[in-house]
């Protein structure tokens, strides 16, 4: 079965179930999925989601068409399109003299089976609705991940909200185990909400937590010592943001533990452009 899906690099996959369960119910109904947020912003969980479900009817073997993920944000959909087409599949140069024209090459030229079709951070409805595949091919599945919370009417929608207290704890404890949460039960759960209960955010401490032996208090105060440390943490924070310190100051605080790790500058970076992308002020660090 042909694909292009990347690793989930998560310890454990929690706090998404039921949305996991709507979006195959949905999809068993409907040829184009949504997976939204409510809050409008990045770091709440749709990737993931959307790629847990890619790597799950991989393995049962659903899309016999193949899985194609095509990366939206800053690049043009029809690279990923044309070239799954090209490599994956091996059909040759699609025709057509637009990168339009070649995409609906691909789709009527596709190899027999059902094919899922994955459009990541779609920002607005212009960036992909004249690459998505006909109605009329009922061969084809699409999920798309946006921030938008609305694209149009004859797409599915499901609307992601931030984590429980009791998922967000159920994540910290995939990393650091059961013991160093129960023991400091309470500090955990504040550290939660500091976090404003983000996926993103929950999961990036907790591997920071992993690292290091401090008491989930500490880790408290080291992320307020941080925040009351850079200026730009101290104004009016993002109207999205639900975080008490914000997701910034947490990556502040990594990246500052991570800086002397060749092993896992890349990463860093990464996360930290990703980051940077939620928040309307500059990044402090300089990477």
């Known amino acids: 079965m042909p694909q292009n899906l990347k690793n989930s690099g998560i310890a454990k996959f929690v706090g998404r179930e039921t949305d996991l369960n709507e979006l195959c119910n949905k999809l068993e109904k409907a040829d184009i999925v949504a997976i939204s947020t409510l809050s409008g912003m990045g770091g709440i969980g749709k990737t993931e989601l959307a790629l847990r479900y890619a790597w799950q009817e991989y393995k049962k073997g659903t899309y016999q068409g193949g899985i194609c993920w095509v990366n939206v944000k800053g690049n043009d959909p029809s690279a990923d399109i044309i070239s799954f087409f090209k490599i994956k599949l091996k059909l040759g140069e699609p025709s057509g003299t637009t990168p339009v024209e070649k995409v609906q090459d691909c789709w009527q030229n596709w190899i027999n089976g059902d094919v899922l079709i994955i459009f990541d951070d779609v920002r607005n409805a212009e960036d992909f609705f004249e690459y998505l595949p006909p109605y009329e091919f009922k061969k084809f599945k699409v999920i798309i991940t946006t921030r938008c919370k609305y694209l149009s009417d004859t797409i599915e929608n499901i609307p ?69 440390k850079d200026n730009s943490l101290l104004s009016k924070p993002h109207p999205e943001m639900t975080a008490k310190y914000g997701v910034k100051v947490a990556f502040d605080l990594s990246w500052y533990e991570l800086e002397n790790e060749p092993e896992t500058i890349a990463v860093a970076k990464a996360i930290r452009t990703f980051f940077c992308s939620l928040f309307p002020v500059p990044c402090s660090l300089k990477i």
Do not use: H
Request: glycine share 4%.
């Open 160 to 228: 992601l909200e931030e984590f429980s207290e009791d998922a967000s704890l159920d994540l910290l404890r995939s990393y650091v185990g059961d013991e160093r949460i129960n023991t400091e039960l309470e500090e955990s759960k504040l550290l939660c909400q500091d976090l404003g209960y983000l996926p993103l955010a929950l999961e990036l401490i907790a591997r920071l937590l992993k690292r290091r032996r401090w008491t989930i208090k500490k880790a408290r105060e080291k992320l307020k010592e941080r925040g009351l």
